[in-house]
T-cell receptor
Framework: SAVISQKPSRDICQRGTSLTIQCQVDSQVTMMFWYRQQPGQSLTLIATANQGSEATYESGFVIDKFPISRPNLTFSTLTVSNMSPEDSSIYLC???????????FGPGTRLTVL | QKEVEQNSGPLSVPEGAIASLNCTYSDRGSQSFFWYRQYSGKSPELIMSIYSNGDKEDGRFTAQLNKASQYVSLLIRDSQPSDSATYLCAVLTGGGSNYKLTFGKGTLLTVNP
């Protein structure tokens, strides 16, 4: 499976600010998935990002709040904008499915909003 | 709304026992099923995948799939304290370039020494 890294690994932010999370993969992938895991909850897909096109957002998530960039086939960013305490979560990136439809996750970014 | 349901637990078993984790899903068209293990503060780790009815064994882990009943389970034999984690069931829905992995809420497993 691909080696996936994320930056930052964790951050504590003030309400109203924005944070950009970076995801780097060691191989070229067409699609990148961004998930959120709120405290005590399971993973929820935020959006799917293809290189060269706009990201596709799941119900309940909008581009103004979670803009995504996909400048090349190994890198993506997710920005959490105008943060509130409800945005405190672990954010995870995941490249497209590997062999046998398996999906692997980055180490995650733990965000706390005060 | 495609759903994946799991017993939330917590499930507590003694060391050496068999832990049984269950999952049901709503989308009859699903073809790929996964179990992830997630330690506290870490990201999910894929431990088992299953695609056809029956059992699939990998070491101490056995995944079971029954598509007619829309049921997936994970058995952990000879449970160890290091198996204590949250186990997430995930189901792949959709096809082509339009697919999505839907997760259950997870079952917290505690293995007591």
């Amino acid at each position: 499976s691909a080696v996936i890294s994320q930056k930052p690994s964790r951050d504590i932010c003030q309400r109203g600010t924005s944070l950009t999370i970076q995801c780097q993969v060691d191989s070229q992938v067409t699609m990148m998935f961004w998930y959120r895991q709120q405290p005590g909850q399971s993973l929820t897909l935020i959006a799917t990002a293809n290189q060269g096109s706009e990201a596709t957002y799941e119900s309940g998530f909008v581009i103004d709040k979670f803009p995504i960039s996909r400048p090349n086939l190994t890198f993506s960013t997710l920005t959490v904008s105008n943060m509130s305490p409800e945005d405190s979560s672990i954010y995870l990136c995941s490249p497209e499915l590997a062999k046998d439809n398996q999906q692997f996750f980055g180490p995650g970014t733990r965000l706390t909003v005060l | 709304q495609k759903e994946v349901e799991q017993n939330s637990g917590p499930l507590s078993v003694p060391e050496g026992a068999i832990a049984s984790l269950n999952c049901t899903y709503s989308d009859r068209g699903s073809q790929s099923f996964f179990w992830y293990r997630q330690y506290s503060g870490k990201s999910p780790e894929l431990i088992m995948s299953i695609y056809s009815n029956g059992d699939k064994e990998d070491g101490r882990f056995t995944a079971q799939l029954n598509k007619a009943s829309q049921y997936v389970s994970l058995l952990i034999r000879d449970s160890q304290p290091s198996d204590s984690a949250t186990y997430l069931c995930a189901v792949l829905t959709g096809g082509g370039s339009n697919y999505k992995l839907t997760f259950g809420k997870g079952t917290l497993l505690t293995v007591n020494p």
